[in-house]
């Protein structure tokens, strides 16, 4: 196979590529004799049946129509592989009508969208800013007080206090649905609420403010609405609730004294408290600093990348970040409209994060690409073996050998390269470290630039 490759506009390459007469007439006799074993042809033991029979029955095209496909099919993918092309999009053929004939060389001639290569501005070692790694003040206080938390406990309120957020009520209430059927599950003597804690629908909450003890009320909620009460419900829909309050409520944390610490925290004093939480935030910390150092490097090497990224490359990263967000979804048992409730967003607004997301993977991995080849960096074929020996398949030189032959031999050098590049850049990162409690600027009024995360 022979392939020459001529740079045009807008990041194509028209690609020329030419098998000899040998190789064609070698995939026609393999096509024929698949054919030959593959049908019944009357009179002929199963692949004895000779050429003329099979294109009488087949049609005289057949085969040479199948092994011109086979080779789109097939060999492009390997000569671009061979050609380390990385495709952003479908190839156009400038001619795919031609079949390949016996005794002849076949050449066809594609046009292909391939990744752009761009400079950086600077390829000196990246500069960022980072949090401190120690505690501050304030972060220890926020630690404390959520261990006093798990130790309130609730005064009432005076008969003329009405329910409003941040308060806590007991109250007792019946529901029934639509058709006027006892829902039992959200029925109750007596339950300690808290509004807006997103148990029950904002309309829920909005029917209770105002309210005072000893108040009765009813009115209907849809329970379809974004809750965790309603995900419980078999049928969510329109609720009637019948409610009185019995008490309204307030939550009291206990005071933080060395007693307290003592006996019921189980630290030696309040001083104790703090060096231990102290300790474990640190220690939060350095285990979530080097995914942080390799965020920002990224969002700092993406600005110096002189070019735009494409829209073929943004909307395929796009897709992939949508199926991975999916499954993970799926796996929590959240539904899709519960992740927007739980993290105070629109379909809309999602959707505007996504496409963020997807333009900012785009850019740092073309940024990356730049690194690598500034820097020189390659990946032998020793290496790429040493890849699949490493992934603890059972055979991996046939894994490695179906790889070549499909022609994804670049997707796996390109990742290498890149995870090359993005270690030599943490290797000699600049880094200024902000003081304890000191927070790091939004980027441009936006801070959720981090490719690598799966949580959105």
């Not at 020329?16 to 064609?24: F, G, Q, S």
């Not at 990385?86 to 990744?115: H, I, S, W, Y």
């Amino acid at each position: 196979m022979k392939t020459t490759v001529e740079n045009l506009e807008d990041f194509c390459k028209k690609v020329t590529i030419e098998l000899d007469a040998a190789e064609v007439d070698e995939r026609i006799n393999k096509q024929y004799k698949d054919f030959a074993y593959r049908y019944n042809f009357p009179g002929f033991r199963r692949g004895k049946a000779p050429r003329p029979v099979i294109d009488n029955m087949l049609g005289a095209s057949a085969a040479t129509g199948t092994v011109t496909d086979d080779i789109f099919n097939t060999v492009l993918p390997r000569a671009l592989d061979e050609q380390n092309l990385m495709p952003m999009g479908q190839a156009e053929f400038e001619d795919n009508e031609t079949l390949v004939e016996k005794g002849k060389p076949f050449t066809f001639v594609v046009t292909v969208p391939c990744r752009p290569e761009f400079e950086l501005s600077d390829y000196g070692p990246v500069k960022v800013t980072l949090p401190s790694s120690e505690a501050s003040e304030q972060e220890i206080n926020d630690q404390i007080d959520e261990l006093r938390n798990y130790y309130y406990t609730f005064e009432d309120k005076n008969a003329n206090t009405k329910v409003k957020e941040g308060l806590f009520v007991d109250l007792a209430m019946t529901a029934t649905d639509a058709q006027g059927a006892p829902i039992v599950t959200l029925s109750t003597e007596s339950r300690v609420y808290e509004p807006a804690s997103g148990l029950f629908p904002a309309d829920f909450d909005e029917q209770i403010y105002g309210m005072k003890k000893g108040e009765k009320k009813t009115f209907t909620v849809d329970m379809s609405q974004p809750c965790m009460m309603g995900n419980s419900l078999t049928d969510a829909g329109e609720t009637t609730f019948d409610v009185e309050i019995k008490q309204v409520k307030e939550k009291k944390l206990p005071e933080l004294t060395d007693e307290w610490a003592k006996e019921t925290a189980g630290f030696e004093s309040v001083e104790d408290l703090r060096t231990r939480v102290a300790d474990s935030v640190k220690q939060q910390k350095e285990q979530f600093m080097p995914r942080l150092r390799e965020t920002e490097a990224l969002y700092e090497l993406q600005q110096r990348l002189q070019g735009e990224a494409p829209e073929a490359l943004c909307e395929s990263e796009e897709q992939n970040l949508l199926q991975n967000f999916f499954m993970q979804v799926q796996q929590s048992g959240m539904s899709f409209d519960q992740y927007l409730a739980y993290n105070d967003m629109t379909a809309e607004s999602f959707k505007d994060d996504l496409k963020k997301q997807a333009n900012d993977v785009v850019l740092q991995d073309l940024a990356l690409d730049a690194w690598a080849r500034h820097a020189g960096m390659e990946v032998t074929d020793a290496e790429i073996s040493e890849e699949f020996e490493k992934s603890g398949t059972e055979d991996p030189q046939a894994l490695e050998a179906e790889w070549r032959e499909s022609g994804r031999m670049t997707m796996l050098r390109q990742g290498m390269l890149r995870t090359r590049a993005l270690d030599q850049i943490l290797e000699t990162l600049d880094v200024t470290e902000l003081a304890p409690g000191e927070k790091l600027p939004k980027r441009g009024g936006d801070d959720k630039a981090d490719k690598k995360n799966e949580d959105e």
